[in-house]
């Protein structure tokens, strides 16, 4: 089992960052993959970033490569998504999630999942 917490949200400039946290507890956190995912009001989820527990390598929704990054401490149990020139459009709830299926951008690839964090991002 893995429980998460994401923290770090809150109200931005257009253009401004943010870094969102998601602290995992639980055993064998640095056995699963971690994603990001976000759903703003009205729309579907979609994936944002993951990054896979070997070796660490990442991936991003297309869309957003290139301003967002996502990192993982696996000695402070801890996921990261560093946010940079943010735009109205990246308003949203955000979410952390664990799971075995490395490289997965579905949510069907990820077992746990945090409570959310919302970011707005005022124009």
């Known amino acids: 089992q893995v429980q998460l917490v994401e923290s770090g949200g809150g109200w931005v400039q257009a253009g401004g960052s943010l870094r969102l946290s998601c602290a995992a507890s639980?055993?064998?956190?640095?056995?699963?993959?971690m994603g990001w995912f976000r759903q703003a009001p009205g729309k579907e989820g979609e994936f944002v970033a993951g990054?896979?527990?070997?070796?660490?390598?990442?991936y991003y929704a297309d869309s957003l490569k290139g301003r967002f990054t996502i990192s993982r401490d696996n000695a402070k149990n801890t996921v990261y998504l560093q946010m940079n020139s943010l735009k109205p459009e990246d308003t949203a709830v955000y979410y952390c999630?664990?799971?075995?299926?490395?490289?997965?951008?579905?949510?069907?690839?990820?077992?746990?999942w945090g409570q959310g964090t919302q970011v707005t991002v005022s124009s």
């Open positions: 990054i896979r527990w070997i070796g660490r390598s990442t």
């Open positions: 999630a664990a799971g075995q299926s490395s490289g997965s951008r579905s949510i069907l690839g990820y077992d746990y």
């Open positions: 639980g055993r064998a956190f640095t056995s699963y993959a």
